[in-house]
């Protein structure tokens, strides 16, 4: 009986959210409405269970111990002043907290994986023997298109001349080739989102596919 | 006190946490796991915002009889019902988070039905686009339309229809030239998160400041 | 004479209707064209493939509802594969929908009604086999026979919670959380989703932290499958992989080439390249929905490159490229 239901509702909201298509309707406002309720509904209950109740309930309030996560607790009730327009200042200390500390961690793992493991894999070999024409020519693309295309986005100097003229030239094709993959990966995965929700409504509503 | 203390309280954190990474001694590893197991804690609580500024908002238009205003109710019943049958109301008429239940309902049955249907409907508004917008304008447009249709040939099974130098080609593609303008754009926005994180820490970048009064 | 102008103003739902014909007509005339897996899905294959039971895996469930479609098989896939190679699964998530999603995949994999599933023991249920001394997989799935258990029919196996898998669910600043599991998993996780203590698990006794984790498969839909790479790969060295969403796979290729990442499930192909060697590797009867959407992905593709290739025809044969503007639609 649950199931059933459960079936119906879920189909029949898939189905007001489609009616949007033919045109704008209050089914369709409706569900939109709905959908960031319920989202922010559930985010509560899972954040309770699962970070206020076992960091923070149980551990503090139940068991009496750890008592120092009281520290961040009161740090994270400060966020609530911003509602109280002569305290919200206040709020700015659990926001300096994690947003200082935050960034000071991020910054030597950020700097590693996104810069000096990127650079480090451009600097290979253009040529390795025994390896087919496509590959090496890939390395030669991967080395000097990932260059123009660092050029291309270097605007302290003008493009112009044979380095910065020729080499942001090349950086705008390889950069298109690259948008135009992501283009066509784009409508393949537009594609499968609407997959999903046909296999719903014909598989698991209507039972027509086995 | 207003804003130089969490500026300073920021700049300090910072620092400290980045010494701890090159300096691997007890005392940098006992503020980094209580770093760790304190933040998300920390960071729970603004969902508190979250909810509170959604509610206003709505509470405001219901009140206000604003365009739309009985949509608002649709925002609001679920947020706290979710909640209430979750904790306080008894399994036999729908309580608590296991099967059945309400929250379980909303989640499964209202939920993802709702926002997969949603991020679904992009596929007929990209057909729209494809037919609309997408046009061999200039050379550069050209090279980016090809590229595409080459690569979402090659992704289906029907492009192996075409023989096997199809998809290799789109294999290829994505490999060397989309590898190398991807690596252009992410080292970009590398050093861009790099110099926000910096700006940050050493107070150039002042906007997470604002919001809250003088 | 074609009225070019016409052409290219159709009203526009018409165009949806025939991405509509297209993406239902398909699912009823099974072309079954195959799918040949290329190396970045082969090689995270590979991988769970050499594992067994003294190794373990994480799955980030780490996307939300509106890219389920795609994600969600990748999911099911490789948890169904390391279940089947009895490689303990922890489950996390990076947002609180995840949490939910990830219930649903495992639920998906442990519901016997369907042939080729796991049978489920939660972690309440072998609790006098725990007390008897059973912690070890094999001694504990032995005496669990010995007690009169015996498989349904069609069930590949069964899944003890807590040596087999375990759900730890959500939490936030999730980058911080992977970063605190490169010290300790239990810190992060003191229990699972269903409130059981994480210390007492026999997966986790047998791998506290990152270091002891073979791989990381995330699922994304966000940049959020980066906190694995950054705080995980480059903190203790932890091997990942990628399930990602075909909209962010092609940032993802300078990740693979320079070794950050083992391999890369792009988009629904990526998860039907999985079923496809999952299936040929014998740990499934059949392939799953991914394999089964494809058909129709190649047919809507086709229409999509009709539809590109047309509106270039009636624009530059209506001369449309010499005008400023051209009226449009609705």
Known sequence: MYETIGLWVAAILTLAVFSFLYKENPLYRFAEHVVVGSSLGYTIVITYQRVLYPRLVEPVFLHGESLVLIVPAMLGLLYVTRFFPRIAWLSRYPMAFLLGMGMGMAFPYDMQAYILRQIQATLIPLYTPGAPWYNTLGAVVIVLGTLAGLIYFFFSKPHKGPFFGFGSKVGIWIIMIGFGATFGFTVMGRISLLIGRVQFLLSDWLGLLH | ?214 | MINWEKFLNIDRRWLYLLIAVVVIVPFFIRMGLPVVPSDEVRSIYNLVDSLGPDNAIFIGWDFDPGTEAENQPMGVAVLRHALDRHVPVFITAVSPLGQGLAEQGAASVFDTRIPGNFVYVPWAEWEPFRAAGYVGRDSLESAWKAAGNSLPEGARGWVFEGVDFALLGYLPYFGLVVLGMGTSIATQYPTDAYGNNLREMPMLRAHKNLREIDLAVTLAGSTACMYWVVYGTSRVGLPVAFGVTAVMATDYYPYIQSGQIVGMMGGLRGAAEYEVLEHEGGHTETTGKAYRGMDVQSLAHILIILFVILGNIAYFAGGFHKKTALKSGR
């Open chain 2, 1 to 214: 006190m207003k804003r130089t203390v969490p500026m300073m309280i920021a700049m300090i954190g910072g620092i400290i946490m980045m010494i701890q990474y090159f300096i691997p001694h007890q005392v940098s590893q006992d503020v980094f796991n209580y770093y760790t197991e304190w933040a998300p804690l920390v960071g729970s609580f603004a969902l508190v915002l979250g909810v509170g500024s959604l509610t206003r908002v709505h509470i405001h238009k219901i009140r206000a009889k604003a365009p739309n205003w009985p949509y608002s109710y649709a925002v609001l019943i679920p947020l706290y019902l979710i909640p209430v049958f979750a904790f306080f109301l008894p399994a036999s008429i729908g309580g608590g988070t296991g099967k059945p239940s309400v929250f379980d309902f909303m989640y499964s049955r209202v939920q993802i039905p709702i926002q997969a249907t949603m991020f679904s409907m992009l596929a007929f508004y990209i057909a729209s686009a494809a037919f609309r917008a997408f046009r061999a304008k200039s050379a550069l447009a050209t090279i980016l339309l090809v590229t595409a249709i080459i690569v979402m040939l090659a992704q289906v099974p029907i492009g192996d229809l075409f023989g096997r130098w199809l998809p290799d080609t789109g294999l290829w593609i994505l490999r060397f030239p989309n590898l190398a303008a991807k690596r252009a754009i992410e080292l970009g926005v590398g050093f861009g998160m790099l110099a926000t994180c910096l700006k940050i820490i050493f107070g150039v970048e002042r906007g997470w400041l604002g919001g809250a009064g003088e």
